[in-house]
T-cell receptor, first 110, second 115 residues
Framework: GQQLNQSPQSMFIQEGEDVSMNCTSS?????WLWYKQDPGEGPVLLIA?????ELTSNGRLTAQFGITRKDSFLNISASIPSDVGIYFCAGQGNDYKLSFGAGTTVTVRA | KAGVTQTPRYLIKTRGQQVTLSCSPISGHRSVSWYQQTPGQGLQFLFE???????NKGNFPGRFSGRQFSNSRSEMNVSTLELGDSALYLCASSREPTGRGNTIYFGEGSWLTVV
């Protein structure tokens, strides 16, 4: 699989702020997945997207599958301290291999 | 329902040795994938197994191999360990093979340190 371009690489956010991160790919994907990984643990699935244009929410999290099928974004609203962690996007194309972004490290300022 | 279980969680090996890691998928899941995670390279796909057959393989040398048993449990093996093999090895399971719109769940990983 290819490496996705995920940005920003890291962010410091104020508790209560809304944050946004995105991933782009040079090729078309059929599936976009967003994971959160805490230190020493495996990634935990947050949101799965299977159709271009799809907008899905999971609590304070919202993610969208870009209409070009080459990008996706994840929003976190009203951030809280437990939102700290590394967020990964993952995309899957016609080769069925899952490609991951390098991750966005989120740190919350109290 | 139990999640994806990986053993061992932590291990230290010496260069040149070989290692076997085990993964038990979520009950009812028949697809198991393996990934290597390092700070420099991020998450890299190793291989995927479904119904005891390797469906897909990443760009890793032949020292990395795997297999899946009839009960869907999977093992991966790394022979002739190198220092660069130190990483978190993650197993993921899904009900069907990846690519069919199904959800993929990760285990907590096995931390391998090669000295």
């Amino acid at each position: 699989g290819q490496q996705l371009n995920q940005s920003p690489q890291s962010m410091f956010i104020q508790e209560g702020e809304d944050v946004s991160m995105n991933c782009t790919s040079s090729s078309i994907f059929n599936t976009w997945l967003w994971y959160k990984q805490d230190p020493g643990e495996g990634p935990v699935l947050l949101i799965a997207l299977y159709k271009a244009g799809e907008l899905t929410s999971n609590g304070r999290l919202t993610a969208q599958f870009g209409i070009t099928r080459k990008d996706s974004f994840l929003n976190i609203s009203a951030s809280i301290p437990s939102d700290v962690g590394i967020y990964f996007c993952a995309g899957q194309g016609n080769d069925y291999k899952l490609s991951f972004g390098a991750g966005t490290t989120v740190t919350v300022r109290a | 329902k139990a999640g994806v279980t990986q053993t061992p969680r932590y291990l230290i090996k010496t260069r040149g040795q070989q290692v076997t890691l085990s993964c038990s998928p979520i009950s009812g899941h028949r697809s198991v994938s393996w990934y290597q995670q390092t700070p420099g390279q991020g998450l890299q796909f190793l291989f995927e197994y479904f119904s005891e057959t390797q469906r897909n393989k990443g760009n890793f040398p032949g020292r990395f191999s795997g297999r899946q048993f009839s009960n869907s449990r999977s093992e991966m093996n790394v022979s002739t360990l190198e220092l660069g093999d130190s990483a978190l090895y993650l197993c993921a399971s899904s009900r069907e093979p990846t690519g069919r719109g199904n959800t993929i769940y990760f285990g907590e990983g096995s931390w391998l340190t090669v000295v």
